[in-house]
C-alpha cells in the first residue's frame, strides 16, 4: 500500500506542472487540501470503522497507471453495442477515463455538453459553487478522487428547458 500512496504523491506533483496555468485556480485549492487529508489519512485500513470488514490490500497491489501514455483509439463499431439502439439520446463516451468526441454523440441545443476541464474554465462560477461539495470532507479515498479530478461530462440545462 506503502508503494502505491509513495507513486500517487509523486503522480500528483505531474498532475499540478500539467495543469496549465489553473495551478492557482479556487478548483486546484480544493484538489491540493483534498490531496493533504489523503497525504495525512493513507489508505483505510480494517482499523477505521467504515472499512473493518474490508479488505483493500488485493485491489491496492495493482499496478495503477494514472497517466496514459498511448490513446486508446476505438472504432465507433466497438462501442456502438453498448448504445441504446432505439433509443433518442446523446452519447458521451470515455475511453479510459478519457472524453472521445468522436466516439460522442452530442448536441448544443439549448443546453451545453462538455468536459469537466471545460466546465472548469467556461462555468468557473458554478465548478466552485458545486465542485467537491457532495462528498465527506475527511474520506481519504474520496480525497484522492477530488485530488486528481481531471475529466468527467458536465451538462447544464438552462432553466425551463425540456
Not at 61 to 77: I, P
Not at 83 to 108: Q, R
Not at 113 to 119: A, N
Request: charged residues 35%; proline residues 2%; aromatic residues 14%.
Amino acid at each position: 500500500m506503502e508503494e502505491l500512496k509513495d507513486k500517487l504523491e509523486s503522480s500528483f506533483i505531474v498532475f499540478e506542472n500539467e495543469l496549465n496555468g489553473q495551478s492557482e485556480s479556487p478548483i486546484h485549492k480544493t484538489r491540493q487540501a483534498a490531496f493533504k487529508v489523503f497525504e495525512e489519512k493513507g489508505f483505510p485500513t480494517k482499523r477505521d470503522e467504515e472499512w473493518k470488514y474490508t479488505n483493500l490490500k488485493p485491489i491496492l497491489k495493482h499496478d495503477y497507471r494514472l497517466f496514459h501514455k498511448d490513446e486508446n483509439t476505438l472504432d465507433f463499431k466497438e462501442v456502438k453495442r453498448f448504445f441504446l439502439s432505439d433509443a433518442d439520446s446523446y452519447k458521451l463516451v470515455f475511453v479510459d477515463g478519457v472524453f472521445s468526441s468522436w466516439l460522442s454523440e452530442t448536441t448544443h441545443n439549448g443546453f451545453d455538453i462538455c468536459t469537466f476541464g471545460s466546465m472548469l474554465t467556461k462555468y468557473e462560477d458554478v465548478a466552485e459553487k458545486y465542485f467537491n461539495k457532495a462528498l465527506p470532507k475527511n474520506e481519504s479515498l474520496a480525497a484522492i478522487n477530488t485530488a486528481f479530478a481531471k475529466e468527467g461530462a458536465f451538462i447544464r440545462i438552462k432553466k425551463n428547458k425540456t
